[in-house]
Nanobody, 122 residues
Framework: QVQLVESGGGLVQPGGSLNLSCAASGSYFSISIMGWYRQAPGKQRELVAEVPGSGKPRYADSVKGRFTISRDNAKKTVTLLSYNVNPEDTAEYYC????????????????WGKGTLVTVSS
């Protein structure tokens, strides 16, 4: 079983910055992709950014140039740095990891954090 613990979030003024972090723990799981999703009130959950173990990160068009995702494979953490936020960034942000179990039967699974609320308002 894998657990994800998110930190960061809260109230941010427009134009400000934010740092979200997520730490994964657990055994028998090989992480492939780490990422962040968000869900605004009344809207579907959407991808914000994700980063594979090797390769380039992928970002939603709405956050390109403003958000940066990074991961530390040794610490099993993923961080989302957000700059120049605006009210449209207000949402519940969820950490997400995808990967393979390392004991038979090996299956591809994904796990979600509980979410952390980000509110952008003056």
């Amino acid at each position: 079983q894998v657990q994800l613990v998110e930190s960061g979030g809260g109230l941010v003024q427009p134009g400000g910055s934010l740092n979200l972090s997520c730490a994964a723990s657990g055994s028998y799981f090989s992480i492939s992709i780490m990422g962040w999703y968000r869900q605004a009130p009344g809207k579907q959950r959407e991808l914000v950014a994700e980063v594979p173990g090797s390769g380039k990160p992928r970002y939603a068009d709405s956050v390109k140039g403003r958000f940066t995702i990074s991961r530390d494979n040794a610490k099993k953490t993923v961080t989302l740095l957000s700059y120049n936020v605006n009210p449209e960034d207000t949402a519940e942000y969820y950490c997400n990891i995808k990967g393979w179990t390392t004991v038979a039967p090996m299956v591809y699974k994904e796990y979600w954090g509980k979410g952390t609320l980000v509110t952008v308002s003056s």
